[in-house]
């Protein structure tokens, strides 16, 4: 049985970061990330690729490990670990997120953003009113409700003059214009004019977009090729597509053959050869021929990343 899927380009996660040190790092409650009801009595760790905890769980909240620091969330606020779990940044940041370019975004105590590289120094000051991951040596920024982007010194390259944007990918990045999408190479020219009702980074030299109710693929001379639209659309990871089938999710292989039947409540992307999948209330991973390796034993957990996957579990 074939199933035709879309070709998802990269599916952007954004992700906030942490700080770097202060004298006074007294918290400004009206700063701090709210702590969801329903994460209350939740802590997360770590484990390897055989399932092993590496690191226990004692944190609130944590990003995956990426460049071999992960951020994690303690008392409110966020720190770094290395992939031992020793701290090497404090939990003093009001929000935190993976490194990308040896740099991470980071909201500092006057409640503005900045970046810091993996020492914890600030490398761009706080300024910004939100920022995004470094790709390509280019970060989004955004000032009033404008995104622009800046170079790895902080100096802006590109003002802010658009709606919303993506980080670049394949030396592209999507911007908005009055509620249409395009996209801007390097040096700011518009490659492809905002008229795209939405659109994903490009990835392997294709991005997926949706105009006047048709959906396809574009190449970054705007060539544009219509294509079906399945239940639901996942980009392929590691040579697998996930699929919906009546609710439950499955994987396909890149000519729309089944490979793992779709019988997951929830299931995520390939990652280092295993995909998060939950079975029942408890989520586990299985390997590419859909062998459970790690048993469903976690309330939560994220994708591999550096060799290790964060868990979640519920304490009294």
């Not at 392929?236 to 793992?260: N, P």
Request: net charge negative; charged share 25%.
């Amino acid at each position: 049985m074939k199933f035709v899927l879309t070709f998802l380009t990269c599916l952007l996660a954004l992700t906030l970061v942490g700080c770097t040190p202060s004298s006074d790092t007294t918290p400004d409650a009206s700063l701090i990330e709210q702590e969801d009801p329903a994460e209350i009595g939740q802590k997360w760790g770590f484990i390897d690729w055989t399932g092993k905890v590496v690191i226990e769980p004692a944190y609130q909240k944590v990003k995956p490990f990426s460049g071999g620091l992960a951020a994690v969330k303690k008392g409110g606020l966020w720190g770094y670990i290395n992939s031992e779990g020793s701290l090497t940044i404090n939990p003093q940041f009001y929000s935190a997120g993976s490194f990308t370019d040896d740099l991470a975004e980071v909201r500092m105590k006057d409640g503005k953003w900045g970046y810091i590289d993996t020492k914890g120094n600030t490398v761009v000051p706080s300024q910004f009113d939100g920022a995004r991951a470094f790709s390509g040596g280019l970060a989004p920024v955004q000032q009033g409700d404008k995104w622009g982007f800046i170079d790895k010194t902080g100096n802006l390259v590109m003002k802010p003059e658009y709606a919303d944007v993506m980080p670049f990918s394949e030396g592209l990045a999507a911007v908005q214009v009055e509620g249409k999408w395009g996209f801007v190479n390097t040096t700011g020219k518009l490659q492809i004019e905002p008229k795209y009702d939405s659109v994903t980074s490009f990835k392997n030299g294709a991005a997926e977009v949706r105009t006047e109710g048709k959906f396809g693929i574009i190449d970054q001379n705007d060539f544009f090729q219509e294509r079906p639209e399945t239940d639901s659309q996942a980009a392929y990871s590691e040579d697998l597509a996930l699929f919906q089938q009546t609710g439950e999710w499955g994987y396909v292989d890149r000519k729309g053959h089944i490979v793992i039947k779709p019988k997951y409540s929830r299931a995520e992307r390939f990652s280092e050869g295993r995909a998060l999948v939950k079975i029942g209330n408890k989520v586990g991973f299985i390997n590419k021929a859909g062998r459970v390796v790690i048993k469903p034993k976690y309330a939560d957990a994220l994708s591999f990343s550096d060799g290790m996957a964060a868990i979640c579990i519920f304490q009294d």
